[in-house]
């Protein structure tokens, strides 16, 4: 097992990651910026170092530092959370060429699933129904040939896109130029990598996402899937697990379906991968997540594993102890995300209580949230023998929530889960609008 761990991140997964290093008995090591020099990260690790200024492209993806920092504080491994350099192959390669372990997959499995297009067809190979689409294009002129024949309506998707960011969905061949070029820039934006691919749009349609843990003996665990369908623009407002719409026959199906994909991969590390239901209950594969994802609390709370902690043993070469059979997946689980609306500086800060009420959040009176870094200020998860009990609990634990200082969507999210609709289960990615 490691004795000291890189956290390269910040916000409340570094928190996350920190806290369960801490229940392991883990040194930790933080990284910061300027503008997170007082964060709570920074206070909670064993030690921190400064790698730059507020800009994200001067500190928290700049893998030199991040790597030197490693080196001179003597870290066996580093976590890179979600998000920054999380699903970068050449620092995962680089970290490896140090002798410094990263905690996720490998660079040649990043370079193989990370290409959205390529995990398709190897995921179709190994028995999941995938959406009909394309690889890499080549330029609009491919782009028009292959919509075609797929039929509109169609999505452009940058093949190293997370998040997202990189997709737009085209009705018609009128609005195909424009959005390839508006794909092609916001991926080489994000990703440093402008390719793209095309896939038929599914509609009306759920988004579900199934979260496995495996090592590399091959022993892999499916840990029940988490219905992400309330989103705006592609960013998920709330998850839920199980997803209210799944029959349980079909979500035995999916999930001996997904553990027998993974194992055929030979993919190792915590992974989600991410379906469309149709309106007739047929799951599509999409794509994989070769990270923790945001709402891994979601089955964390549901499940009682913590996938943290598993992350980083699978990375210590510990194999996993935990049978198919011994996961539980009784009750239901919410979470809300909780995001500032604009900066500001925070100024009171309460935080609901009671039995299976969870915020993971890097807050704290004095805090000041900046437009350098991602809006999510915390996650509201909460979990209960029922959906209704689960309902109740959420309204009443945003309810108790109070942040000032920092306008924040908690009110929104008051509305989305008092929404009929929302209440009986019947939703799907058309609910919040704003595609």
């Not at 410094?100 to 699933?113: D, K, L, N």
Request: charged share 25%; hydrophobic share 40%; with cysteine.
């Amino acid at each position: 097992m490691f004795s000291k761990i890189l956290v390269a991140n910040r916000g409340e997964i570094a928190v996350r990651i920190i806290r369960a290093c801490k229940e392991m008995g883990i040194a930790s090591v933080a990284v910061f910026s300027e503008a997170d020099r007082h964060a709570l990260h920074v206070a909670l690790a064993d030690e921190s170092y400064c790698i730059g200024p507020a800009e994200a492209g001067e500190s928290y993806l700049r893998q030199d530092r991040i790597l030197s920092v490693a080196l001179i504080s003597g870290a066996q491994a580093i976590h890179p959370g979600y998000g920054f350099l999380s699903e970068n192959p050449h620092f995962a390669a680089l970290c490896q060429k140090n002798g410094v372990a990263f905690i996720g997959p490998s660079a040649q499995t990043m370079e193989q699933i990370g290409d959205k297009a390529v995990i398709k067809r190897m995921m179709a190979d190994a028995g999941l129904s995938v959406i009909p689409g394309t690889e890499a294009l080549d330029g609009v002129q491919e782009a028009r040939e292959r919509a075609a024949q797929i039929g509109y309506p169609v999505m452009l998707k940058a093949c190293a896109g997370g998040g997202g960011r990189g997709i737009r969905l085209v009705r018609s061949e009128a609005e195909l130029e424009s959005a390839y070029a508006q794909a092609v820039a916001e991926g080489q934006a994000a990703f440093d990598d402008g390719s793209v691919y095309m896939e038929k749009y599914v509609y009306p349609a759920r988004h579900v996402e199934v979260q496995v843990l495996a090592d590399e003996a091959g022993n892999v665990v499916c840990l029940g899937e988490r219905d992400c369908s309330l989103q705006r623009c592609h960013q998920k407002l709330i998850e839920e697990s199980p997803s209210p719409n799944v029959r349980e026959e079909s979500r035995r199906q999916l999930m001996e379906q997904v553990t027998s994909a993974v194992r055929a991969i030979g993919y190792s590390g915590v992974g989600t991968l991410e379906f469309l239901m149709d309106g007739d209950g047929a799951f599509w594969f999409m794509e994989m997540n070769i990270r923790l994802q945001v709402e891994h609390t979601v089955t964390e709370m549901l499940t009682g594993i913590d996938l943290v902690k598993w992350q980083i043993r699978i990375a210590a070469g510990i194999p996993l102890n935990i049978r198919q059979q011994d996961v539980s997946l009784s009750g239901t689980a919410l979470e809300c995300r909780i995001v500032a609306l604009s900066p500001g500086t925070l100024k009171t800060l309460h935080v609901p209580g009671g039995p299976f009420v969870r915020f993971d959040t890097y807050l704290v009176p004095g805090t000041k949230v900046t437009p350098y870094y991602d809006a999510l200020l915390g996650k509201l998860i909460v979990s209960a023998k029922t959906r209704e009990e689960a309902l109740r609990k959420m309204r009443a634990a945003l309810c108790e929530l109070v942040i000032e200082g920092i306008p924040t969507n908690i009110e929104e999210q008051l509305r989305l889960i008092g929404d009929d609709r929302f209440t009986a289960g019947n939703y799907d990615l058309t609910f919040v609008g704003g595609r």
